[in-house]
């Protein structure tokens, strides 16, 4: 008995896009998930020909050295082979694709190599334990690393799509490789964004679950869908099963942009593998294999349900746009309440009505909605301080709390009452304006600086930033 990958794999076009950008591959010894980028400038192709150069890599027995090398080396060739569909198409810069594969390297103890590139995702469930094994190479997760937000803020960040890698065949796309012990028993999970983005953890923890990997894709795609997932959505699901020595590999599946023989033919340089089905639409489900003790529920009642979708429409066209509507309107309501969440947290001194006074908040606005609101009026005038620190009111002075605003008003009604026992002083109202002769000296933890007069006019200080 040897152990291999026994794999099944799913793609849609999701509840909004036209067409379908991502692509994916599951065979027996390598699965691949390539989300492609660039709409009207055909992600579809870029994460076509990662599928197209993916497959030619044959992992296999290999050494873990030279296996993550041939899997790096790939990433190159497809980088290189995007740059060539842009040149000889001008139209189509811009193009990209992300890229998570797993390549089954078998050996005792039996390993399977890990390659990474942008926001799609690996997972592993093993013994109840689900655990995802890429990190996503994205903006948001840089701020996650950095303990700016938190990992449940990711969800509804404005910048929570930008990618820092990606294969574009301009920028160096460098991949996260490593290699990992396999064992009997185990599940792996390749997806997309268009799962992991709307799709819990936790419930796709449950999915997996399921006996049949069939049973489990089709369940993934499903949940997204149900989510209000706007965006494509595919997965490949694989099991770490043990099988004859003299068993025969079953021929992979592609599903997606890379199967859909449109796409195929627009590039003509590049060879697909011989899959077991050639798609005819953007959405497949497909088994890979059926050599496994799937029990009383084997893929029977998968398959009808299949083919039943292909006979009628996938879905009613008034429930697909009601629930993307609600899902924008989720994402909508869950950025506006993160925001005002953040915002109820800072502090700055700023004019109000020519009083110095304590806002909550930020000094801006979300359309009609404020984001700040005054906590505290001073009685010291605007008017009445020094030229620098006038200025510095106007334009706000931003602090970490109210007890740091208030100190920082407490220095400014210090100044404007210098002011007025000495009106003389360089900068203070009906002199000639700010003090040109001093030195700035060290902050005093309240944003404003100590200047030091001296008795002629040099040159005027720079303002500091707010901090």
Not at 20 to 25: K, M, T
Not at 407 to 429: D, K, M, N, S, Y
Request: with cysteine; hydrophobic share 40%; glycine share 10%.
């Amino acid at each position: 008995m040897v152990l291999m990958l026994r794999s099944a794999a799913r793609s849609d076009v999701g509840l909004v896009r036209a067409g379908n950008e991502d692509s994916g591959y599951a065979g027996d010894q390598l699965l691949v998930i390539a989300d492609g980028m660039g709409g009207h400038a055909a992600g579809e192709l870029a994460s076509a020909a990662a599928i197209a150069t993916m497959s030619e890599v044959e992992p296999a027995g290999l050494a873990d050295a030279e296996a993550l090398e041939r899997l790096s080396e790939a990433v190159v060739t497809t980088s290189e082979r995007i740059a060539d569909v842009v040149a000889a198409n001008p139209e189509l810069a811009g193009m990209g694709t992300t890229l998570t594969a797993l390549a089954w390297l078998g050996g005792e103890p039996p390993r399977v190599a890990v390659l990474h590139v942008g926001d799609s995702r690996a997972y592993l469930l093993r013994d109840g334990e689900f655990r995802q094994i890429t990190r996503d190479h994205t903006y948001v997760q840089t701020l996650i690393d950095s303990g700016r937000i938190a990992p449940a803020e990711a969800a509804y960040h404005p910048r929570r799509n930008l990618l820092m890698r990606a294969i574009d065949g301009v920028h160096p796309a460098e991949p996260d490789v490593s290699v990992r012990e396999a064992r009997l028993g185990d599940r792996y999970l390749v997806c997309s964004d268009g799962l992991s983005g709307y799709v819990t953890d936790d419930r796709m923890a449950e999915l997996l679950g399921l006996k049949d990997p069939t049973a489990v894709v089709t369940a993934l795609v499903d949940a997204a869908l149900e989510a209000g997932a706007p965006d494509n959505v595919t997965c490949v699901v694989a099991d770490v099963v043990a099988v004859d020595e003299a068993t025969e590999p079953e021929a992979p599946v592609v599903v997606g942009a890379a199967g859909e023989p449109r796409n195929r033919e627009r590039l003509p340089d590049l060879t697909f593998p011989a899959d077991a089905q050639i798609d005819t639409r953007p959405a497949t489900v497909v088994r890979v294999s059926t050599r496994s003790d799937t029990g009383d529920s084997g893929v029977s009642p998968i398959a009808d349900v299949y083919h039943e979708e292909q006979r009628g429409p996938r879905r009613r066209s008034r429930l697909k746009w009601l629930l993307a509507v609600l899902g924008v309107l989720v994402i909508l309501v869950g950025t506006l309440l993160a925001t005002l969440t953040w915002a109820r947290g800072q502090w700055y001194v700023g004019n109000d009505g020519g009083y110095v006074a304590i806002y909550n908040g930020v000094n801006g606005s979300l359309g009609p909605i404020s984001l700040s609101s005054v906590e505290e009026v001073s009685t010291v005038t605007v008017d009445s301080l020094p030229d620098f620190e006038a200025m510095q009111v106007e334009a706000t002075i931003a602090t970490d709390s109210l007890a740091s605003a208030q100190q920082v008003v407490q220095r400014l009604t210090e100044r404007a009452a210098q002011c007025q026992t000495v009106p003389t002083t360089p900068g203070c109202p009906g002199t000639d304006g700010i003090d040109t002769g001093g030195d700035v000296g060290s902050s005093q933890g309240d944003g404003l600086p100590t200047l030091t007069p001296s008795a002629s006019p040099a040159s005027t200080p720079a303002i500091p930033p707010a901090p």
